[in-house]
């Protein structure tokens, strides 16, 4: 026999915590052009996706470069700086903004995630954050980083770490829980 749980997904609901931003129409748009031009394997030229984000209402800097099947889930929840590297197969499951800084570099399969839901509530209700990656940082590949943090100016994150707490400026950092290790620039 089970024991009895307190945890009632049935009572979870879609709406209750999260502002989408907009309207169901233009979501769907988006998940369209995603899906064509995002999401492809083909390398469409980064201006032309650049584009697209603006369209959507992303704020999206000079010079930047995304490459292909790069997963961004709300274009109007993103800041990218000038310069920035957005490697293959990132996902920014941005339900709350993220800002990324000029010259940084996002490596492949990282995973910048603002959402989650609330474990400790019966109803499992949405629980998120906004994620800061500042210039000059660079998230090695398969890296996760979870709501609410900071990666500071010129910090390296080590691939394959979890950051669960803001990372300071100038450092290496790496693991599970993310550390931080050395300077970077010493």
């Not at 010129?154 to 950092?173: L, W």
Request: hydrophobic share 40%.
């Amino acid at each position: 026999m089970m024991p009895e749980t307190r945890v009632r997904n049935d009572l979870f609901d879609v709406k209750k915590g999260l502002d989408r931003g907009r309207s169901k129409p233009v979501e769907a748009v988006w998940y369209l052009a995603k899906c064509l031009f995002m999401l492809s394997p083909l390398p469409y030229p980064s201006r032309f996706k650049c584009a697209i984000l603006r369209f959507f209402g992303a704020s999206v800097g000079k010079g930047v470069v995304i490459k292909p099947r790069v997963n961004f889930y709300m274009p109007w929840k993103l800041e990218i700086g000038d310069h920035t590297w957005i490697g293959e197969e990132v996902f920014i499951l941005n339900l709350e903004k993220v800002t990324i800084g000029s010259h940084c570099c996002i490596s492949q399969r990282a995973f910048i995630c603002t959402g989650n839901h609330d474990y400790r509530s019966e109803d499992m209700a949405y629980k998120s954050q906004p994620i800061t990656i500042k210039s000059g940082a660079w998230v090695g590949a398969q890296v996760f980083v979870s709501p609410g943090t900071t990666i500071g100016t010129d910090s390296v994150i080590i691939a394959g770490s979890v950051v669960t707490k803001s990372i300071p400026d100038g450092m290496i950092c790496g693991g599970n829980p993310c550390q931080p290790l050395k300077q970077r620039w010493k």
